[in-house]
């Protein structure tokens, strides 16, 4: 339980830290304004080409009688729309990331030498091929999980109650390891090493990931909380790795 209030406390300073540094905290939001105006655009232009998507898709409805072709089309439209947001809604945290790697290591690497006694940063040894793997490895890895938790989604009375709540600890798991990644490999711990690590900590991991995979699920809270959550990572990272901070006089 200790472990659980530490991670939450974790997460809380992570925010508190780009509050205090403004001028990291406005460059790491540029990944997320970017996304959402790539967003924006695609709904749009979904919003504006719609109807001839569905038209295209159910050519057999040309030869119904009456209203129903009308009936069919339009509740296609909605439909997919609505698909459309949601997978939107879903994906917008992923693709802040891909897209805010860049920003995310120098503030990552910001929140280090702020914590590291003299303001030295460790250097890694891992080769680009290695971390190429092990992005794709992490992949699939999600992959499974999600494949594994949506086939028992269908289970009676389980679907609705239980898999939720683990389908959160995953997505919590996952976000700590995601974002706290970047200063791991820092640190020369490849993929296989990381998920030991954290493992090793799972009440601290989900008293961090958790609540916040909890508020990503709110659209597009991510823009204005991912570099906190960066920030909060690296201190999570500092204190599994059992990192020294420096000394206060």
Known sequence: MRDLATGFGLLLQGQRWVAAHRREFGFALLPGLITLVLYVIAIAALVFFVNDIVTWATPFAVHWSGPWPDVLRGFLDVLLMVLCLFLAVVTFTALTLALGQ?????????????????????????????????????????????????????????????????????????????????????????????LRLLRTRRMLVWGFGVPLAIVF??????????????????????????????TRR
Not at 223 to 237: E, H, K, N, S, Y
């Open 102 to 194: 860049p920003f995310y290591e120098a503030l990552s690497e910001q929140v280090d030498r702020s914590q590291s006694p003299g303001g030295l940063l460790p250097e890694s040894k891992l080769s680009v091929g290695r971390l190429i793997g092990d992005g794709i490895l992490l992949v699939l890895r999600a992959a499974a999980w999600g494949i594994v938790l949506f086939v028992a989604g269908f289970l009676p009375v389980v679907g609705q109650t239980v898999v939720p709540v683990i389908g959160l600890a995953v997505t919590g798991f996952f976000l700590v390891q995601e974002l706290g990644g970047v200063a791991m490999q820092r640190r020369g711990i490849d993929l296989r090493r990381q």
């Open 217 to 246: 699920l709110v659209p597009f809270a991510a823009i204005f909380l991912m570099p906190g959550a960066v920030a909060g990572a690296t201190l999570l990272t500092r204190e599994v790795c059992q990192d020294p901070t420096p």
